[in-house]
């Protein structure tokens, strides 16, 4: 919920109310329903990040970031979904995973519509060879390889859903074999050999890889067994789509999203959660390696030998995506 910065005087009278009730209800609700702890949140995640951004050009200047060379194509790609806000979060995501990748991973960017040509230019200056993908770039695509009623739902959840574009958008290279999908709130500390396995394994596989979620995510969407009454198949509660290593989809993969997403309710496909339950039950039917516990889903207080943390959004855990991840990577604070 935002106030409203300006009031426009030409208004009529009615206009000139409704903003003026606007603006009191947000007031009551920074100062009498909570609000005001949202408003700190946000207020310190935007420090945060300009502080994130900041570091990043320092020490890019001080020559302890250096930018890392990736093929233009590979048979592995690093799939990150990101916005104009989660820029400087990206590129350390996607910096402390690469400089293992021994220049075998591709890192691909999926503008969710709001990236900047200075967001472009921010995430070359770090990976010059790094791919953008727009919404409008795969439309044509998806539109082509799903047309006709065989593909219904699953074109339609393209174009409804905030995850649709990276559901399939990931899947489209004509080279890749492997996707590796990675949130901008993924840092890794150590290099992740096991993970590299199964990138390498996923090549001769249908298994998915991700992080074990503790939390049953699950029942904030329907309880599991609604869920896999409906769909006709096991699901993965644990599954986190933070960081997961798929074998890129085929017809196979592409038809059982089609058969959950007409199972599914309406409600269902247009929940938040729809993307990573479809990637759950996709777990469930194909196959599931969950990596160790030293990658860990994030907490108020986190393992000092983590190989990776996902520092998931919310306010307990995100903060420290800052305030431990970035000060253990290059040992600088906030």
């Given at each position: ?68 060379d ?34 075998k ?48 739902f ?11 574009p ?8 004509e ?7 990675l949130?901008s ?24 890889t ?31 789509c ?6 890129k ?25 729809a993307e ?20 860990q889903i ?14 998931v ?7 420290g995506?800052f ?12």
């Amino acid at each position: 919920m935002e106030p409203l910065k300006t009031m426009n005087t030409t208004d009529s009278p009615l206009n000139r109310l409704y903003t003026i009730r606007k603006q009191l209800g947000y007031a009551k609700y920074v100062l009498l329903d909570g609000g005001h702890r949202e408003v700190r949140y946000k207020w310190r995640l935007k420090r945060l990040n300009r502080w994130a951004g900041n570091l990043l050009d320092k020490l890019a200047s001080e020559g302890v970031l250096n930018p890392i060379d990736t093929p233009v194509e590979s048979d592995i790609e690093v799939q990150m979904l990101c916005g104009h806000s989660h820029v400087a979060m990206g590129i350390w995501s996607l910096w402390s995973l690469l400089r293992w990748a021994d220049g075998k991973m591709t890192p691909v960017i999926q503008s969710d519509g709001s990236l900047t040509p200075e967001d472009v230019l921010r995430f070359r200056q770090f990976f010059p060879q790094v791919r953008f993908i727009r919404p409008e770039d795969v439309k044509p695509w998806v539109e082509q390889r799903f047309a006709g009623s065989e593909f219904e739902f699953l074109r339609s959840f393209f174009g409804t859903h905030f995850f649709g574009p990276r559901l399939l958008a990931s899947h489209m290279s004509e080279q890749a074999r492997v996707v590796v999908g990675l949130d901008s709130d993924v840092l890794f500390f150590d290099r992740p050999t096991e993970m590299i396995e199964q990138c390498a394994a996923a090549q001769n596989s249908r298994v998915v890889t991700s992080f074990r979620d503790e939390f049953d995510w699950v029942s904030v969407f329907a309880s599991v067994k609604e869920i896999e009454a409906r769909c006709g198949t096991r699901i993965e509660c644990g599954f986190n789509c933070g960081m997961v290593v798929i074998p890129k989809f085929g017809d196979e993969q592409f038809r059982f999203l089609e058969r959950m997403l007409r199972a599914y309710t309406p409600e269902w496909r247009a929940h938040y959660f729809a993307e990573q339950t479809l990637m759950a039950l996709m777990a469930g039917e194909f196959g599931w390696h969950p990596l160790s516990p030293l990658y860990q889903i994030g907490q108020p207080t986190n393992s000092p030998d983590a190989i990776a943390i996902h520092y998931v959004s919310n306010q307990a855990v995100r903060p420290g995506f800052f305030s431990e991840g970035l000060p253990r990577l290059v040992g600088r604070r906030p």
